[in-house]
Every structure is written in C-alpha cells, then in structure tokens.
C-alpha cells in the first residue's frame, strides 16, 4: 500500500473506531457499577468523537494533499498502533484492572501524537490547535483520575467483570 495521507487518515479512524469499541465491552463488562461503566462510556464517546473530528479534517483537504506522501515514521507508528488494537481479545479481560491496563496501553501509544498530526499538521490555525490540544488534555485526564475515582491496583484486581 502507499505510503500516502488518505490511507493514513483512514486507519486513524479506524483505530478511534477499534478503541471506541473496546471501551463499549469495558461499558458493558461493568454496566453494575454505574460510575465505573460511566467512566468506559465517556472514553468511548470521546473515541467516536475523535474519529468524526478526524473525517471532519480529511474531508476538509484537497485530493493533492490526501494524494502526498507521508513521512515513514508516523507511517509506522499508525501501523504499530493498529496491529496493538487488533491484539485485544474480549475473553483476555477479567478484571476492571486488566480493562485499565489495556486502556493505559492504548492512551499511551501514539494513538493521540497521531490524532494532534493529521489535525494540525495540515489544517492549523490557533484556535483549531487549541481546540486540539483540549480534546488531548481533556481524555488523558480522565486517565489519571482513574486511580482517584476508583482505587488502586489491588482493588482494580478484585472487580470482576460481568457479562449479561
């Protein structure tokens, strides 16, 4: 495949789309404890939200721009991203700390540096990379108050899921 921009925009989309729904099973997994559920809803919202803020972008530029070519790192870096993604296995979660280590893994790859590239790299004005930046901020904060809001380590270990 060409190393070019649409195909780019293409997978990021499809990985805040493969995020969003392994935020959904989390959702599901612990719809018995409302906040929690709560907490997976909001990050899978968030991914959708990503997902049409970045059709939104690529449906913004020119054919020659989606047509040139992009740069190998950030090329690789959406390919390790996605391959990560396509690693999750429902049937691996048991915990409501396996759902967060997955979660941290996912928040702590490339997924956001590749989410701030093809917004701004090609559409920036200030008020669009300030736009940006607070969706970014906005989600890696919930990240960090996980810990707050629900408990530490061991106690993430002992919340089991439940399927209904």
Known sequence: ?????????????AIELMAAGIYKDFEVFFAYIPDIMNFWKSLHDDELNHAE????TRDSLL?????STVENLMWE??????KKMMRYQKENIKTLDDAYELTHEIESSEINAIFKFLNLEYFSTPLRESFIASE???HQKKMLE???KFGPK??????MIRIV
């Open 1 to 13: 495949m060409e190393r070019v921009l649409k195909y780019m925009f293409n997978d990021a989309i």
């Open 53 to 56: 803020i970045l059709k939104e």
């Open 63 to 67: 054919p020659s721009v989606l047509d």
């Open 77 to 82: 870096n959406i390919h390790l991203v996605r």
């Open 136 to 138: 970014i901020m906005t």
């Open 146 to 148: 996980f810990s707050e």
């Open 154 to 159: 061991l106690w993430r270990k002992e919340i």
